[in-house]
T-cell receptor, first 113, second 117 residues
Framework: KQEVTQIPAALSVPEGENLVLNCSFT??????LQWFRQDPGKGLTSLLL?????REQTSGRLNASLDKSSGRSTLYIAASQPGDSATYLCAVRVTGGGNKLTFGTGTQLKVEL | ETGVTQSPTHLIKTRGQQVTLRCSSQ?????VSWYQQALGQGPQFIFQ???????GRGNFPPRFSGLQFPNYSSELNVNALELDDSALYLC????????????????FGPGTRLLVL
């Protein structure tokens, strides 16, 4: 059974700092991995999707990496801003599991002025 | 905005009642998935529908059921509500089941927050 873990559970940083969020998964037979953002009481917004054959994806100040063999992904946020404050969730789609996503419990990020 | 809408936004029910939650997918999206997110947890997969047929189910009892309609709308029905059913219910639509980021990317609605008393 696929299990996804995110560390740390919460993080508070000053504005402008670069930061890394971590995601690990137990079964390396994944099809892809996605990072989502969730604002309080809201739905999820897809940030980046990495196919199992890829090593990283970039969008603006965000860079996500994937090391399938070690079961790890990182989300790097450059020059953090207060608007980045949200919960960040990673989710994996397993091979042969349809388009079902298995989520981690998220990292709650607060970027302070 | 993802183009996926859900109704109602909030709902209060009592234990034992039945509830229907609704989702309107993006036009052209053949796949809809439903997730349950308890407070402080990640979303848990309930089930998925593809072209109006159930296409996979998570570890949820049969009192959780669904429907998908040809007009890209769908429903989640929960019978005999229990206190532990209190959660945010999210639906997500995607173009299909297949390969490629375009087909696979799931677009989530804002959710329905259900409170069972």
């Amino acid at each position: 059974k696929q299990e996804v873990t995110q560390i740390p559970a919460a993080l508070s940083v000053p504005e402008g700092e670069n930061l890394v969020l971590n995601c690990s998964f137990t079964d390396s037979a994944i099809y892809n991995l996605q990072w989502f953002r969730q604002d309080p009481g809201k739905g999820l917004t897809s940030l980046l999707l990495i196919q199992s054959s890829q090593r990283e994806q970039t969008s603006g100040r965000l860079n996500a990496s994937l090391d399938k063999s070690s079961g790890r992904s990182t989300l790097y946020i450059a020059a953090s801003q207060p608007g980045d404050s949200a919960t960040y969730l990673c989710a994996v789609r397993v091979t042969g599991g349809g388009n079902k996503l298995t989520f981690g419990t998220g990292t709650q990020l607060k970027v302070e002025l | 905005e993802t183009g996926v809408t859900q109704s109602p936004t909030h709902l209060i029910k009592t234990r034992g009642q039945q509830v229907t939650l609704r989702c309107s997918s993006q036009s052209g999206h053949n796949t809809v998935s439903w997730y349950q997110q308890a407070l402080g947890q990640g979303p848990q997969f309930i089930f998925q529908y593809y072209r109006e047929e159930e296409n996979g189910r998570g570890n949820f009892p049969p009192r959780f059921s669904g429907l998908q309609f040809p007009n890209y709308s769908s429903e989640l029905n929960v019978n005999a509500l229990e206190l532990d059913d209190s959660a945010l219910y999210l639906c997500a639509s995607s173009l299909g089941l297949g390969t490629g980021a375009m087909e696979e990317t799931q677009y989530f609605g804002p959710g329905t927050r259900l409170l069972v008393l």
